[in-house]
């Protein structure tokens, strides 16, 4: 089976950074992906990692650590607009078919 | 613009009721998706297909089903609702499998209310 821990919720203010874990457990791992999703919204996609290291786009970058089967999405210079839910996401073997499958995400507060 | 709908927003209907929940995407990707979102639950697959004539069960897939017949089209529907079913459902399409690389791309949701 397949299982992910992060977080249920960060909280910090604007112009900080913060950093968001997500711990995993699969039968096949391809990757580790990063969703948001605001209040009442749909999720967007922000990255994917298939190799160990850290992917910068913008203000967010995604680390992952294919051993110690952890990642984490590090949001630099908060802003307002970034609080959210993140769900980490892994693309996994399963039986056979490449899926995604979802963590119970982290929400984020930033506070002024 | 390519983009991804679903139909209805919302739907309020009754245990029993055999319910279809639209999505439509013009994105031309061969990958579609369902999911249900439901408090500390994240997201859960319920179905997916990789082509026309493929569908495939997903790890909450007992009491729905879908049937993709074009590329553009992956009706989800729940065969007796029932008030454990009331959820958000997001459809999604994608490029690669899996949508890894690229991400999957969501729909706007339909809220889904069973009583």
């Known amino acids: 089976g397949q299982s992910l821990e992060q977080p249920s919720e960060v909280t910090a203010v604007e112009g900080a950074i913060v950093q968001i874990n997500c711990t995993y457990q699969?039968?096949?791992?391809?990757?580790l992906s990063w969703y948001q999703q605001h209040d009442g919204g749909a999720p967007t996609f922000l990255s994917y990692?298939?190799?160990?290291g850290l992917e910068e786009t913008g203000r967010f970058s995604s680390f992952l650590s294919r051993s110690d089967s952890y990642g984490y999405l590090l949001l630099q210079e908060l802003q307002m607009k970034d609080s959210a839910s993140y769900f980490c996401?892994?693309?996994?073997?399963?039986?056979?078919?490449?899926?995604?499958?979802f963590g119970t995400g982290t929400r984020l507060l930033v506070s002024p | 613009d390519a983009e991804i709908t679903q139909s209805p927003r919302h739907k309020i209907t009754e245990t029993g009721r055999q319910v279809t929940l639209a999505c439509h995407q013009t994105?031309?990707?061969?990958?579609m998706f369902w999911y249900r979102q439901d408090l500390g639950h994240g997201l859960r697959l319920i179905h997916y297909?990789?082509?026309?004539?493929?569908?495939n069960k997903g790890e909450v897939s007992d009491g729905y089903s879908v049937s993709r017949s074009n590329t553009e089209d992956l009706p989800l529907t729940l065969e007796s609702a029932a008030s454990s079913q009331t959820s958000v459902y997001f459809c999604?399409?994608?490029?690669?499998?899996?949508?890894?690389?690229?991400?999957?791309?969501f729909g706007p949701g339909t809220r889904l209310t069973v009583l």
């Open positions: 994105w031309n990707h061969n990958n």
């Open positions: 699969t039968s096949g791992f391809y990757g």
């Open positions: 999604a399409s994608s490029v690669g499998l899996a949508g890894a690389t690229s991400g999957q791309y």
């Open positions: 996401a892994v693309r996994d073997r399963g039986t056979g078919f490449q899926k995604l499958v």
């Open positions: 990692n298939a190799l160990d």
């Open positions: 297909s990789y082509g026309v004539q493929d569908t």
